[in-house]
């Protein structure tokens, strides 16, 4: 099934052309760090490595998010120098990052909430002097038309795709043809460091129509690097 309009490829490298550039690293799980100079840095979903796996989280960041209220997602305290935890939505500006947290039940449009439901999942969107990073945090089902729009113009997304309580690869396939990011980063999925049961990267990449590229230690890019069609890149994790 084409899940995409538009073509979709994979990415290797993007270029910075010499120019200040912003950085995102993945350490495992939900966990990222988004740095660029004379910005504020900001780490996402820090989690207990004791449940999720991989390595000892040992990060410096101005800003802490958390999605989800889950150990896979909120070990505040994994992170030091941090000034500002940000766990629900609002709007938010440090350090010259602009932060959009867009709240969702957890199951989007396509789940019906029972009695005492309190499920709840933020999304957050991180705008770095004109590049937007969206983190869909825990989220498990596709975003209502309404979530949607309040997240706005997406350059990087990224994308929970390996299940077991967050997207699977086929709802992950779903969100990205809807929000139609530049660049689409997979998290959360099986890898050999990780305790929990997800499904593998090559689950979602197959959905993708797409087959599984060289990983790279993190993302370097500028505005004007931005690629015109949706790429998906893949990260190595790396230790704090």
């Given at each position: 099934?084409?899940?995409l309009?538009?073509e979709i490829?994979?990415?290797?490298?993007?270029?910075s052309?010499g120019?200040?550039?912003?950085?995102?690293?993945?350490?495992?799980?939900?966990?990222f760090?988004?740095?660029?100079?004379n910005?504020a840095?900001?780490?996402?979903?820090?989690?207990?490595?004791?449940?999720?796996g991989?390595d000892?989280?040992?990060?410096?960041?101005?800003?802490?998010?958390?999605?989800?209220d889950?150990?896979?997602?909120n070990?505040v305290?994994?992170?030091?120098?941090?000034?500002?935890?940000?766990?629900?939505?609002?709007e938010f500006e440090?350090g010259?990052?602009?932060?959009?947290?867009?709240?969702?039940?957890g199951?989007?449009?396509?789940?019906k909430k029972?009695?005492g439901?309190?499920v709840?999942?933020?999304?957050?969107v991180?705008?770095?002097?004109?590049?937007?990073?969206?983190h869909m945090?825990d989220?498990k089902?596709?975003?209502?038309?309404?979530?949607?729009?309040s997240?706005?113009?997406?350059?990087?997304?990224?994308?929970p795709?390996?299940?077991?309580?967050?997207?699977?690869?086929a709802?992950?396939?779903?969100?990205?043809?809807?929000?139609?990011?530049?660049?689409?980063?997979?998290?959360?999925?099986?890898?050999?460091?990780?305790?929990?049961s997800?499904?593998?990267?090559?689950?979602?990449?197959?959905?993708?129509?797409?087959?599984?590229?060289?990983?790279?230690?993190s993302?370097k890019l500028t505005?004007?690097?931005l690629?015109?069609?949706?790429r998906?890149?893949v990260?190595?994790?790396q230790?704090?």
């Amino acid at each position: 099934m084409q899940v995409l309009e538009k073509e979709i490829s994979l990415s290797i490298i993007i270029s910075s052309g010499g120019c200040t550039f912003m950085e995102i690293t993945w350490y495992g799980h939900s966990c990222f760090r988004l740095t660029e100079r004379n910005y504020a840095t900001v780490v996402t979903d820090p989690f207990d490595n004791k449940s999720i796996g991989y390595d000892s989280l040992k990060l410096k960041a101005d800003i802490v998010t958390v999605s989800h209220d889950a150990p896979g997602h909120n070990n505040v305290d994994a992170v030091k120098g941090t000034s500002h935890v940000i766990d629900g939505s609002g709007e938010f500006e440090i350090g010259g990052v602009f932060i959009t947290g867009v709240q969702t039940d957890g199951g989007g449009s396509g789940r019906k909430k029972g009695k005492g439901d309190s499920v709840r999942n933020t999304i957050y969107v991180f705008d770095y002097d004109g590049i937007t990073v969206a983190h869909m945090g825990d989220l498990k089902q596709t975003p209502t038309q309404s979530e949607i729009e309040s997240l706005g113009t997406i350059n990087v997304a990224l994308v929970p795709v390996g299940g077991g309580g967050g997207l699977n690869a086929a709802k992950a396939a779903e969100v990205i043809s809807l929000i139609e990011p530049n660049i689409v980063i997979p998290m959360h999925y099986a890898t050999p460091a990780a305790k929990v049961s997800l499904e593998s990267l090559n689950k979602f990449l197959k959905e993708m129509g797409l087959s599984k590229p060289d990983a790279q230690p993190s993302l370097k890019l500028t505005r004007s690097g931005l690629p015109d069609e949706t790429r998906v890149v893949v990260l190595e994790y790396q230790s704090s």
